[in-house]
């Protein structure tokens, strides 16, 4: 028999993730890497490399409804994971040469950046989204795409502009989500909403796809790295899977704005005290 | 049914097959770590090779790594089924873009050697 208290707590700990990061579109990885580190000590290594797996895992389990409502721009997806894949194993290179203080510094730099976005997102319900004309790569490589709109009972048709600068911010996607063991959403997703032009639910589908092949490319190099503790990343794997099941069906009985706020005061916590520990203080 | 939608369907399979394969894998292998108290680990890097020889011993870990493997291995082959897709489509662009996605997945498996 063989049951030690911290596979118990990392089970529970990766559970409110998965519901959280579920109800709020966004991995868990985010809330859970901080919370593995403070509450079990975990190193921060270990704690993203468990967390990268379980990125891959949600990825693959919320793209099944996704792939089944036409949602994910698969060209689109596909064109960007060229710069985010390289990107993720440069990370995940990088994160072998990099302190645990360092680490943590810029993982909780990355904390804030989300609970500003997250703010802006709450006060601004109505998100301001102007449509754009495919770019000259874009006409060429047919990124475009159109969805059909439940909500507005429309098919809707998009361009996708500015794919240069897009792709550039999908590389360095790819960079933090390889360091940090997540799944880096809360970059794509802006960038291909408000840079490109891309709609939001096709965004945030597209960015979905996009994550578990980032994050699988991220979670070799950890593998084959030691960075993968198999006893702390399977009850993870578990609570953030059974911890997304839930938060999908929770989400309809919840309204979002509130739920924002409570998570943008939780991420400014765990954002600040994460720098705090990474420069010693 | 046009080829398009059958590979929507079959995407759609290979995501589910992969997450449920591996949720079972890793419920499996732990459990039988805590029934068995056996914690063996062979060595610290992941190494395919120890996970097909199962050598030095068959520890609940191999079933564990198993299951990570599993997982990680359903989005790259739903990079693989796409290049099937975009050849027989003709599309030389993507078969090109989605073909380097590819390499690159394989490339981060055999360097992440630490």
Known sequence: ?281 | MSSLKRMEALVSTILRAGVLMSGALILFGLTLTIVTGDTSYPNGNMDIDWLIRGDPFFAPSHILFLGFLTLIATPVLRIAASIYVYTKLHDNAFTIITTIVLFVLMVSFTLGIG
């Not at chain 1, 389990?61 to 089944?68: D, E, F, G």
């Open chain 1, 1 to 281: 028999m063989y049951l030690p208290p911290y596979v118990i707590y990392a089970f529970l700990i990766s559970l409110g993730s998965g519901v959280l990061g579920a109800m709020l579109g966004m991995g868990g990885g985010t809330i859970m890497v901080p919370l593995l580190i403070f509450l079990l000590k975990v190193p921060i290594h270990i704690a993203s490399g468990a967390s990268i797996i379980a990125v891959v895992a949600t990825s693959s389990a919320a793209a099944v409804s996704y792939v089944r409502e036409e949602m994910t721009n698969m060209r689109l997806g596909m064109f960007l994971e060229l710069a985010t894949t390289i990107g993720a194993v440069s990370g995940a290179f990088l994160i072998s040469v990099m302190s645990e203080a360092a680490l943590r510094t810029i993982f909780g730099l990355s904390l804030l950046y989300a609970a500003g976005t997250m703010f802006i997102q709450s006060r601004k319900m109505e998100r301001s989204w102007a449509q754009k004309p495919n770019d000259a790569i874009a006409e060429r490589l047919h990124l475009g795409g159109n969805y059909f709109d439940s909500a507005r009972n429309e098919s809707i048709t998009y361009g996708v502009s500015n794919t240069p600068v897009t792709f550039i911010i999908s590389y360095v996607a790819g960079i933090v989500s390889g360091l940090l063991g997540i799944g880096g959403g809360g970059i794509k997703v802006p960038a291909m909403n408000a840079v490109a032009g891309v709609p939001m639910k096709v965004a945030v589908a597209t960015s979905n796809f996009m994550i578990g092949v980032t994050a699988a490319a991220s979670a070799l190099v950890y593998m084959r790295n030691g960075y993968c503790d198999a006893f702390l990343t399977a009850p993870v794997v578990l609570g953030t899977l059974l911890g997304a099941f839930i938060g999908a069906r929770l989400i309809k009985q919840v309204r979002g704005v509130d739920l924002k706020k409570i998570f943008v005061a939780v991420l400014l916590v765990l954002g600040l005290r994460m720098i705090l520990s990474g420069v010693g203080i």
